[in-house]
């Protein structure tokens, strides 16, 4: 005599992946604006990526950007040509 077998479980529902989100907002914003704010999300992007086994290279460049973008501004202001800086 044969049983059937029965159905197998659904798979589980899947999180929000978000790896690309926080890469692309990291990067626009280390570029454009924030540094400190292109770290966070690049940050976040290298977590979620490894959680969904993903690539993290959009968090590394967010990472660099952001790092990039903090030295820069530093730079500038240090020798007084940074735009908008009034030093009067």
Do not use: E, H, K
Not at 52 to 63: D, H
């Amino acid at each position: 005599m044969t049983t059937a077998y029965p159905p197998p479980p659904p798979p589980p529902a899947r999180g929000r992946d978000r790896t690309t989100l926080w890469g692309v907002l990291g990067i626009v914003l280390g570029l454009i604006c924030c540094g400190i704010l292109g770290i966070i999300f690049g940050y976040l992007s290298i977590r979620d990526a490894r959680r969904n086994g993903q690539s993290p290279v959009l968090g590394y460049l967010a990472i660099v950007f952001g790092v990039i973008n903090i030295i820069g501004g530093s730079i500038l202001r240090l020798t007084g040509n940074y735009p908008f800086w009034n030093n009067d």
